[in-house]
């Protein structure tokens, strides 16, 4: 089974653009979790899409948009790009099974995006 | 707010002897706690989990140790190989399940 893939793996931009990335989850996972690694800030969480929804969202300003597609594929947008948006920004899916104490995440290699 | 902490951004140890990464956290919601390894240029890998339930959980070398009174938790690596050297962190979950809060990550070296 294909693991979880990313798309581009890495990326450069200027201050003030938009950057759009993609991830592809894992076959059958509905569930695609967006977080931001930073050194000394770990992996902070974005946002959780399901079904096409938005279900759960961190602590992030508007910018940082996301959507997800009929065949699970999520994308994420950062729109106005700060130099402080540099960072690895990883994808992890999940089969979502309500009946799970939890659903293990499976992360993507992640896209490193660097804003110049 | 960093609900998780890792205060120890890296770690050496010898080939051979017992690894142990910390992790404290303060929120006392939090049901299911884990674990995950991670490379350079790869995502991170689940390693082990523990539930708020119980105090320890074993995994071949690995151990993992919940203190809910301290809110405190450790990964014990025994005994440590060179192949364990790579970023571990630590990530809580509440009750909603697919919300994970992830520590900053601690650097572990494995020195031959």
């Known amino acids: 089974k294909a693991g979880v893939t990313q798309t581009p793996r890495y990326l450069i931009k200027t201050r003030g653009q938009q950057v759009t990335l993609s991830c592809s989850p894992i076959s059958g996972h509905r569930s695609v979790s967006w977080y931001q690694q930073t050194p000394g800030q770990g992996l902070q969480f974005l946002f959780e899409?399901?079904?096409?929804?938005?279900?759960n969202k961190g602590n992030f300003p508007g910018r940082f948009s996301g959507r997800q597609f009929s065949n699970s594929r999520s994308e994420m947008n950062v729109s106005t790009l700060e130099l402080g948006d540099s960072a690895l920004y990883l994808c992890?899916?999940?089969?979502?099974?309500?009946?799970?104490?939890?659903?293990?995440?499976?992360f993507g290699p992640g896209t490193r995006l660097t804003v110049l | 707010d960093q609900q998780v902490k890792q205060n120890s951004p890296s770690l050496s140890v010898q080939e051979g002897r017992i690894s142990i990464l910390n992790c404290d956290y303060t929120n006392s919601m939090f049901d299911y706690f884990l674990w995950y390894k991670k490379y350079p240029a790869e995502g991170p890998t689940f390693l082990i989990s523990?539930?708020?339930?119980?105090d320890k959980n074993e995994d071949g070398r690995f151990t993992v140790f919940l203190n809910k009174s301290a809110k405190h938790l450790s990964l014990h690596i025994v005994p440590s190989q060179p192949g364990d050297s790579a970023v571990y962190f630590c990530a809580a979950i509440t009750d909603n399940f697919n919300k994970f809060y992830f520590g900053s990550g601690t650097k572990l070296n494995v020195k031959p």
């Open positions: 899409y399901f079904s096409e929804t938005q279900r």
């Open positions: 992890a899916s999940s089969l979502y099974r309500a009946a799970s104490s939890y659903n293990e995440q499976f």
């Open positions: 523990i539930s708020s339930i119980k």
